[in-house]
């Protein structure tokens, strides 16, 4: 399964939720201050776990950083 | 003097500062404490995975010292800055947003018609919308007209340093809308502070000034003096401008007269 995360395609063998795609994505960071976006639609924390990735689907895992 | 209303919220400091470009963190973190600031800005970036993106700033931020406004920074489209603004919300627990939709690469002038557009869109999704703006009364009258909670028109292009280019157009501003009204970036130093306050605009957001600074930390408390100034001179009533003098001291009584 194809997808992107933070602009960078990735390939995966098994199905994942999204909640799973973010845990290994932090590698072990908190996830404080963490928010999602799948296909330019944000998803909220409480509903990772039911939502599925699927082929072709754009991650983007942000947070709050410096800035003016 | 007054506190700053905005929205449901009010500030002591007019001043609100943004986190970014400073020499280091601790200088940031001192300058922050030098300005007396209560509102500061932070961006929304891709999180730093694998060396790829930014670090967080909230392990550096005391979050019962200081009201967190996001940026949405580096928008082109009404759709990224409200897809931006959505993620603020989700990783900051805020409504509040500090509306940008940048038309231009190199004066970072704003995309009026696409601002409009957020602005519109996030106000329906119950945002608190803090709009950069250029300081064109048409464009501040419409963003106050829909809803905004306050306009923010430039003083001067981002990081310019050039102070307030057109004090006129920011008087007709003043005078035109009765939502709080923040001049947002441009500022260089401190007479440009007080120099916007005593326009009655108020208060003013800046942060290269400040970091970019030779001694950010000393900058800090001079821009947190000069908002004090400005607004109480403003508070205060100044004298007209005239043409010709005016005599200080009494005529009568003068010898050889």
């Keep these: 399964m194809k997808i ?4 960078i395609e990735k390939v995966f063998q098994n199905e994942k939720t999204l909640d799973e795609l973010v845990r290994e994505e932090l590698n072990g960071n908190g996830s404080d201050g963490i928010a999602v976006a799948k296909n330019y639609k944000v998803i909220h924390r409480q509903n990772w776990n039911e939502t599925k990735v699927n ?11 410096q800035g003016g | 003097m007054n506190k700053l209303k905005i929205a449901d919220r009010e500030f002591n400091s007019r001043l609100i500062i943004g986190t970014s470009r400073y ?3 601790q200088v940031m973190i001192e ?3 030098a300005s007396g600031a209560e509102m500061i800005t932070v961006s929304i970036r891709r999180f730093n995975l694998n060396g790829n993106g930014q670090e967080s700033i909230l392990s550096l931020i005391d979050r019962e010292k200081y009201f967190i406004l996001p940026n949405t920074a580096g928008c082109f489209t009404a759709k990224e800055a409200v ?4 993620l603020a919300r989700e990783s900051l627990h805020t409504n509040w947003v500090k509306l940008e939709v940048i038309g231009d690469d190199e004066t970072l002038f704003p995309d009026v018609a696409e601002l409009l557009k957020a602005a519109e869109q996030l106000i329906k999704d119950n945002f608190v919308v803090l709009p950069y703006c250029n300081d064109d009364p048409v464009t501040c009258k419409k963003l106050a007209g829909m809803g905004c909670a306050a ?15 057109n004090p006129y157009n920011i008087q007709i501003i003043r005078e035109m809308i009765d939502i709080p009204l923040i001049i947002d970036a441009g500022v260089g130093t401190a007479s440009d502070s007080a120099f916007a306050m005593e326009l009655g605009v108020d208060g003013v957001l800046m942060n290269t000034a400040i ?6 930390v000393q900058m800090a408390r001079a821009m947190k003096l000069a908002i004090e100034a400005g607004r109480l001179a403003y508070e205060s009533g100044r004298i007209p401008k005239r043409l010709y003098a005016n005599a200080s001291s009494p005529i009568e009584g003068m010898i050889n007269r």
């Design chain 2, 211 to 216: 970091a970019g600074a030779k001694h950010p």
């Design chain 2, 83 to 86: 897809l931006t603004a959505q």
């Design chain 2, 23 to 25: 020499p280091n963190p």
């Design chain 2, 31 to 33: 300058s922050l404490e």
């Design chain 2, 151 to 165: 306009v923010m028109p430039l003083g001067a292009p981002i990081g310019s340093g050039m102070g307030i280019r």
């Design chain 1, 4 to 7: 992107k995360i933070n602009g």
């Design chain 1, 55 to 65: 082929e072709n689907d754009e991650i983007e895992i942000v947070t709050a950083v």
